[in-house]
């Protein structure tokens, strides 16, 4: 199931015609097997919608209504969650364009939130927990598992802080580097070498794209050691084309004596790996590899604590996540991935009391690859304890 699908034919919206709620009327009232091709502008739309709407049968229950909210806004009501979606529709009424937000689910239980995270294979953690450490909802808090990019936020926290003492500002700016220039995710690997770029620009797409190239700018500028402060279980804090490298460039009997290695070891290899160009890193497995050795790891715990040191920064709140940001105050975000890891923190504010809240969740299974869209939902069901 997606949680966030965009799917349009036409950029074009026409004006609302008597066709429309009828039209929506009928989307919700699908069952598996109907045939949609009447609602749709084109058949082969209508066969990449069918999957994620019949997932939505099957994850969300029956749907009781849809509620035009205005221009091309609905609200689908579903029996455990409501869709917020924008329909776009031709001239005849037909749907040419659809798009699906992230579920605001009704009230679930703790116990069937914990039984769905049990059903999973590897190992998960998820924490709802608000900023004087009262929990809501906590199972394996206390386990490090592997973060994909969320350890971005350490590179972030040490920036903040140096900004904070005025030893750096937003606008002070870095020229990038050859030996910087990492692999996508991102945009700045593409970037001319010596182009000027501002520390608020890097910080902004390290966060709200994963950008891994402004990533290790960052890294490298503000020190490893640094930043190394922070997480202690972190040491060497790798940077992302290390990474890469330590995992697609290297024999496995290299590997392996990296794993193996003491701390000033590791660290002469992550300094011989400069040598090797990173046009040498092989990631074509969609396999999980050495998640529990090679990797950022940490507790939720120590990730909720370390986003709520970073309350109200605007860099946080560009990228929404799983959540929807007209239902909180504030929405903060940093996820990652890999295959076999799959991680998102949130930071809230509450509309309904103003408190702030972090809904940290992590899966790990080093023996197969995740299910990205299945665990989404199950962090997304957690925001109903909340609200």
């Not at 097997?33 to 066969?47: I, K, Q, R, V």
């Not at 794209?209 to 060497?236: C, M, W, Y």
């Not at 290297?250 to 992550?270: D, G, M």
């Amino acid at each position: 199931m997606n949680i966030f699908l965009l799917l349009i034919l036409s950029f074009v919206a026409f004006g609302l015609n008597a066709k429309v709620p009828d039209t929506a009327e009928k989307l919700c009232k699908f069952k598996k097997g109907d045939g949609l091709n009447n609602l749709f502008a084109d058949s082969g739309f209508t066969e990449k919608v069918r999957p994620v709407v019949e997932s939505f049968l099957q994850d969300y229950g029956k749907c009781l209504s849809v509620h035009h909210v205005e221009k091309e806004n609905f609200e689908f009501k579903y029996e455990k969650a409501t869709l917020p979606s924008r329909i776009y529709f031709d001239e005849r009424g037909k749907i040419s364009g659809i798009w699906y937000g992230a579920p605001l689910f009704s009230k679930v239980s703790k116990k069937d939130l914990e039984a769905n995270l049990k059903s999973l294979s590897g190992q998960a953690s998820l924490l709802i927990i608000d900023e004087k450490e009262q929990e809501l909802f906590s199972m394996n808090a206390d386990v490090p598992l592997a973060l994909g990019s969320t350890f971005k936020l350490y590179i972030l926290k040490e920036l903040m802080n140096r900004i904070d003492r005025g030893e750096l500002e937003w606008s002070d700016t870095l020229k990038l580097q050859e030996k910087y220039l990492s692999l996508p995710s991102g945009i700045t690997q593409d970037w001319p070498v010596d182009a000027p770029v501002t520390l608020h620009t890097l910080a902004t797409l390290m966060i709200s794209k994963s950008d891994n190239t402004a990533t290790d700018h960052l890294l490298f500028f503000l020190g490893r050691e640094k930043i190394e402060k922070l997480t202690a279980r972190n040491v060497p804090f790798i940077s992302t084309l290390e990474m890469f490298k330590l995992k697609g460039a290297l024999s496995e009997q290299q590997t392996s004596e990296y794993i193996k290695a003491t701390i000033s070891e590791k660290k002469k290899i992550l300094s011989d790996l400069e040598k090797i160009p990173k046009e040498k890193v092989d990631f074509s497995s969609i396999k999980p590899k050495l998640i529990d050795q090679i990797e950022w790891f940490a507790t939720t715990k120590e990730i909720c604590s370390l986003i709520f040191s970073m309350k109200g920064l605007n860099i946080l709140s560009i990228n929404p996540g799983l959540a929807t940001k007209e239902n909180w105050n504030y929405v903060g975000y940093k996820g990652g991935s890999e295959p076999g890891v799959i991680q998102f923190t949130h930071l809230l504010q509450s509309k309904n009391d103003q408190k702030w809240y972090c809904v940290s969740g992590s899966w790990n299974d080093p023996a197969k690859n995740v299910d990205d869209d299945k665990f989404s939902t199950f962090v997304s069901m957690g925001f109903s304890l909340i609200q």
